[in-house]
Structures are given as C-alpha cells and as structure tokens.
C-alpha cells in the first residue's frame, strides 16, 4: 500500500488522517475537531479605546477654542486702528412711532334729495369747494310748478276764509238781535275754523313746494375737497342712487388715526396732563420727510383685546388747494411721549449687538478694549441713550471695532505702529532697497 501523506497549515483547521480501506476511501477532514489557538479578545474594548481618544481631542480643541482667540489678539494679532468718542451725558427724547392713516373729520357722498335729470354740474373734479356752493342742478320746472299750484290753492281757500268771517260777522250782529236760528250761528263758526285749518295746509304745501325747488339746487354742505363726479349731464337721478352724486370730503383741518400699545397710555396720559397738549409729527412713507405738525387730540373708548393696542387721533392743519396730507394716505407718526435728563449717550455706531446682547469696547488704559454689556435707550440725531453699563467720561471705540474681542489692543486716533510713524519695519526695508 502507498504512504497516506498528512500535512497541516497554521490557519486551517487539523486533518485526522485515516488508512485507505479496500473500498478505496479517501482521507476525510473533520472540521469539527478544530479549536481556535489563541482567544479573541473582547470588541468593547476597542471601542472603550475609540471613544476615549475622541472625547479627548474634543477637549483639546475645546480648550484651544477658548483660549486661542484672546491669545492670539495679545500675542500675535496686530494692533488694529479705531476711531474713539467719549460718553456724555445728554437729554434724550423719547418717541412714540407707528403707523397712521389720514382720516377726514367729514366725509359725504351727496345725493340729489329730488329726482329729476341733472342740468348742470358746476364743479372742477378736485376742486376745494365752499360750504353752500351749488355742485349740481337738477330739472327745477315742475318743482316750479308745483310751488305755483300750491300758491294757487292757498289763494283760493284764503279768500274762502274771508268770506266765512265776514258771514260770520253779519250772523252775529243778528243773533244779538235774535234774527237769527242759534244754530245757523254756530254752523258758520265752524265753517270758518275748517277754513282757517285749510289755509295753515296750504301754507305747509306752499313751504313743501317751495323747499322742494331749493333741494334742485345740490350744495355742498360743508366745505372741502371734492371728488369724481358719479353722474353725467343729461342723468335721471333719484334719493336712491347708490353711489350719488359726488363724494365730498373735509381736508383742513385733517385727522390721523394710529394704533398705540396699552402700555403707552400712562406715560401718554401724564404727559397731556401736565404739558396740556402733546406735539405730533407726520412723517412721509420713508419716514425722513416732514410732511405737518399737529396735536394729539384723543384715544378711543376702549382697547382692542386682539391687539392690546387702543386707537389714537391727532389732528392737523391741512390748508391749501395742494394740501399734503391725503384721505387714507398712509404716513408715520412720532409723538414725543417723555424726555430723559442727563443719560449718558454714544454714537450710534459705537453699540454693538450679538450673542451676549447689546454691547460696546470701552478702551482701557493700556490701549486694550473691554467688551461691556449693556441696556440700550432711545435714539436721536445720531446718539444712542445708555440705560446702564456706562457712566460719562468712558471712551468706546466708535468707528473699526469689527474683528475685535475682549482684550484686543488698539491704536487709538494719532498713535501709530509698533515700528513708529512710518509704519512696519518691513515696509521700511523695502523702501531702503
């Protein structure tokens, strides 16, 4: 019988060799049999191992994330030039803005009180008209007419009344007399007291007729701004027409009509009770031109829940053919609402705003600037008022204070660089060569 040749590989499982039988049989390998060498060691801690490591560079560059920035402001970062302005101390105004809308004091869409055709409209569409100043003329000839019947039949039942009362006088001369049935006297009585009722009717005809005609002429009943005219010449108009004749509206004086915060009303309140009236200021839509001065007239009844906000009005000279404020012509409004005495003030450039909230560099002694949180004021001409966190003779970097941080060194306004006025001594190298 041939040699049975075995052999092993350190990574393959062991073969158990068997002899060949007669029936000529191969070896068979029993994988079964294999046990691994070595242990494997547990995967958690891998992983422990990975963790730890990250956290650690978190840490680090953490560390450096804090400390890197001021440090390379102190170390390595140039001094950066800035222009500076000393805290004052000022009387700031305080505004009240918000948004009104132009309202007429009166507005009216004339009707015809008669019906008829239309004979005239003598108005310019546009026009300032005056109080009492016909705008329309309807048909006036059966009104005229009519006044004439009416007179007519006033006459007729006047001279009836005449004749009663002078029957009435020659019956009662005879019942003296005893010529005469009682009767018959107080029957003449009572017919002069229906002719007089007949003549009071006919007058109130004669009025009716006669106010009837007035009401042909369409006048303007109040004087202001009139509209374009609804109608044409040649029309049939009648009381009903929805949209009339013209629309008229009172420009001068003019009100505006603005919403103010519930909040407001006290500072408001005490402000009118002790200057008696509060100066108002329309604003055009950009909010930089002045457009009129006015007074601050009253609030509403009541406060929107809504809104929490109650409306408000201030009334305004209007005068003029060009007048400048407009029905329902949107502007801004500026009330003065308080004053505050002696606040210390900067340049409005001077505050700045980020995740700390408001905040100004106040410059040290030693040319570094220090990042100071502060509480904003109200703002005019330029000048931001400082509630706290400044106090007057303070200097504040007002002009270049991007890229700076708390500790950063500055060249303030007639200082120059580190190598003197000329500027780095790199520079001055270069100009030597």
């Given at each position: 019988?041939?040699?049975?040749?075995?052999?092993?590989?350190?990574?393959?499982?062991?073969?158990?060799?068997?002899?060949?039988?007669?029936?000529?049989?191969?070896?068979?390998?029993?994988?079964?049999?294999?046990?691994?060498?070595?242990?494997?060691?547990?995967?958690?801690?891998?992983?422990?191992?990975?963790?730890?490591?990250?956290?650690?560079?978190?840490?680090?560059?953490?560390?450096?994330?804090?400390?890197?920035?001021?440090?390379?402001?102190?170390?390595?970062?140039?001094?950066?030039?800035?222009?500076?302005?000393?805290?004052?101390?000022?009387?700031?105004?305080?505004?009240?803005?918000?948004?009104?809308?132009?309202?007429?004091?009166?507005?009216?869409?004339?009707?015809?009180?008669?019906?008829?055709?239309?004979?005239?409209?003598?108005?310019?569409?546009?026009?300032?008209?005056?109080?009492?100043?016909?705008?329309?003329?309807?048909?006036?000839?059966?009104?005229?007419?009519?006044?004439?019947?009416?007179?007519?039949?006033?006459?007729?039942?006047?001279?009836?009344?005449?004749?009663?009362?002078?029957?009435?006088?020659?019956?009662?001369?005879?019942?003296?007399?005893?010529?005469?049935?009682?009767?018959?006297?107080?029957?003449?009585?009572?017919?002069?007291?229906?002719?007089?009722?007949?003549?009071?009717?006919?007058?109130?005809?004669?009025?009716?007729?006669?106010?009837?005609?007035?009401?042909?002429?369409?006048?303007?009943?109040?004087?202001?701004?009139?509209?374009?005219?609804?109608?044409?010449?040649?029309?049939?108009?009648?009381?009903?027409?929805?949209?009339?004749?013209?629309?008229?509206?009172?420009?001068?004086?003019?009100?505006?009509?603005?919403?103010?915060?519930?909040?407001?009303?006290?500072?408001?309140?005490?402000?009118?009770?002790?200057?008696?009236?509060?100066?108002?200021?329309?604003?055009?839509?950009?909010?930089?031109?002045?457009?009129?001065?006015?007074?601050?007239?009253?609030?509403?009844?009541?406060?929107?829940?809504?809104?929490?906000?109650?409306?408000?009005?201030?009334?305004?000279?209007?005068?003029?053919?060009?007048?400048?404020?407009?029905?329902?012509?949107?502007?801004?409004?500026?009330?003065?609402?308080?004053?505050?005495?002696?606040?210390?003030?900067?340049?409005?450039?001077?505050?700045?705003?980020?995740?700390?909230?408001?905040?100004?560099?106040?410059v040290q002694p030693d040319s570094t600037v220090k990042l100071v949180i502060v509480k904003q004021g109200?703002?005019?001409?330029?000048?931001?008022?400082?509630?706290?966190?400044?106090?007057?003779?303070?200097?504040?970097?007002?002009?270049?204070?991007d890229g700076l941080d708390n500790g950063s060194e500055v060249r303030l306004p007639g200082q120059h660089?580190?190598?003197?006025?000329?500027?780095?001594?790199?520079?001055?190298?270069?100009?030597?060569?």
């Open positions: 019988m041939p040699a049975v040749r075995s052999w092993r590989l350190w990574s393959l499982p062991r073969r158990r060799t068997l002899p060949i039988d007669a029936a000529g049989a191969a070896e068979v390998s029993d994988d079964s049999a294999y046990k691994p060498e070595q242990k494997r060691r547990p995967r958690w801690r891998a992983y422990a191992w990975i963790i730890g490591g990250l956290i650690l560079v978190a840490l680090i560059g953490l560390y450096f994330a804090r400390n890197g920035d001021e440090k390379n402001a102190r170390d390595k970062r140039p001094s950066a030039a800035v222009n500076t302005a000393k805290v004052e101390l000022a009387d700031v105004p305080v505004h009240l803005s918000a948004i009104g809308t132009v309202t007429p004091i009166d507005t009216a869409t004339i009707h015809t009180q008669e019906s008829g055709t239309v004979f005239a409209l003598p108005f310019t569409e546009g026009q300032i008209v005056r109080q009492g100043q016909v705008i329309a003329q309807i048909d006036p000839r059966p009104y005229r007419l009519a006044l004439a019947q009416a007179e007519g039949t006033l006459a007729k039942d006047q001279a009836t009344l005449i004749s009663a009362r002078q029957d009435l006088a020659r019956y009662e001369a005879l019942g003296k007399q005893d010529s005469i049935a009682r009767q018959t006297l107080d029957q003449q009585r009572q017919t002069v007291r229906q002719n007089e009722g007949q003549v009071t009717y006919d007058r109130a005809a004669v009025g009716t007729a006669r106010l009837n005609l007035e009401y042909t002429s369409v006048k303007a009943p109040f004087a202001g701004r009139i509209g374009l005219r609804q109608v044409s010449v040649g029309s049939y108009v009648t009381p009903s027409d929805t949209n009339g004749l013209v629309v008229l509206t009172r420009s001068d004086p003019i009100d505006v009509q603005f919403s103010v915060p519930q909040g407001q009303l006290e500072a408001i309140r005490r402000r009118q009770g002790d200057a008696g009236t509060m100066p108002v200021t329309a604003l055009d839509q950009d909010g930089k031109a002045v457009l009129a001065q006015g007074r601050f007239s009253t609030f509403d009844n009541q406060i929107d829940t809504t809104t929490g906000t109650v409306k408000a009005k201030a009334r305004f000279a209007n005068p003029g053919q060009q007048p400048v404020l407009f029905p329902n012509q949107f502007v801004n409004v500026r009330m003065l609402t308080d004053t505050l005495h002696q606040v210390p003030v900067v340049p409005v450039s001077a505050l700045r705003h980020g995740a700390p909230g408001d905040f100004v560099f106040v109200p703002s005019e001409n330029g000048k931001t008022a400082i509630l706290s966190g400044l106090r007057a003779g303070q200097i504040v970097v007002s002009e270049g204070a660089g580190p190598d003197g006025p000329g500027g780095s001594g790199h520079h001055r190298r270069h100009s030597s060569q």
